[in-house]
Nanobody, 121 residues
């Protein structure tokens, strides 16, 4: 079974930083693209970032370009999302997801439970 566990969320002041982790198990790690998504109350889920299955390509939403960085430690089966210069509008539940077909799919197949990120003004 594909299992994904997010961690690293919390409360931070505007301008601060957090690093989210997505620990993966139950599958061959580098056969799957790993994406980060977020959902704020009353809003639709949106894609934030993605790293391709062989880790050669990364993608970012316009709203986070220049502030967030996705990376992978394949030895630890973990993908990270480094979030800098955080803004109150970044407040959301952040999810990681995995899909064998790559980053450019309409719906990822496997999801973690989410971790709350709250940015205060």
């Amino acid at each position: 079974e594909v299992q994904l566990v997010e961690s690293g969320g919390g409360l931070v002041q505007a301008g601060g930083s957090l690093r989210l982790s997505c620990a993966a198990s139950g599958f061959t790690f580098d056969d799957y693209a790993i994406g980060w998504f977020r959902q704020a109350p009353g809003k639709e889920r949106e894609g934030v970032s993605c790293i391709s299955s062989r880790r050669g390509s990364t993608y970012y939403a316009d709203s986070v370009k220049g502030r967030f960085t996705i990376s992978s430690d394949n030895a630890k089966n973990t993908v990270y999302l480094q979030m800098n210069s955080l803004k109150p509008e970044d407040t959301a539940v952040y999810y990681c997801a995995a899909d064998r077909a790559g980053c450019l799919v309409p719906l990822f197949g496997s999801w973690g439970q989410g971790t709350q990120v709250t940015v205060s003004s």
